[in-house]
């Protein structure tokens, strides 16, 4: 059964930084992308950024390079995300996901991920 759990939300203020964590069991990361995706209160799910496990490539929207590092560990199966400089519109649910293969023209695209998790949500407010 594959599973992913995040962890690591909360509230923070602006500028302030968060590390969320997404835990993957059930599947082999080397043969997957896994993404993190976000959605704000009355917007759709947002592509955040993604990792391939297998060779570390990565990938960043407009919204997050600069602020934001993914990262992963094979040894322990699990992907995080380190986030500075936190504006408030970074605010919603965030939510990792799990895509198999490489599937580079579809990265940003919620349909192609075909396992979640539940959420964590980060709040940046002062």
């Known amino acids: 059964q594959v599973q992913l759990v995040e962890s690591g939300g909360g509230l923070v203020q602006p500028g302030g930084s968060l590390r969320l964590s997404c835990a993957v069991s059930g599947l082999t990361l080397d043969y997957y992308v896994i993404g993190w995706f976000r959605q704000a209160s009355g917007k759709e799910r947002e592509g955040v950024s993604c990792?391939?496990?297998?060779?570390?490539?990565?990938w960043y929207t407009t919204s997050a390079k600069g602020r934001f590092t993914i990262s992963r560990d094979k040894a322990n199966n699990t992907v995080s995300l380190e986030m500075n400089s936190l504006k408030p519109e970074d605010t919603g649910v965030y939510y990792c996901?799990?895509?198999?293969?490489?599937?580079?023209?579809?990265?940003?695209?919620?349909?192609?991920?075909?396992?979640w998790g539940q959420g964590t949500q980060v709040t940046v407010s002062s």
């Open positions: 990792i391939s496990a297998h060779n570390n490539l990565k």
């Open positions: 996901a799990a895509m198999r293969g490489v599937l580079t023209l579809r990265l940003w695209e919620p349909g192609a991920y075909g396992w």
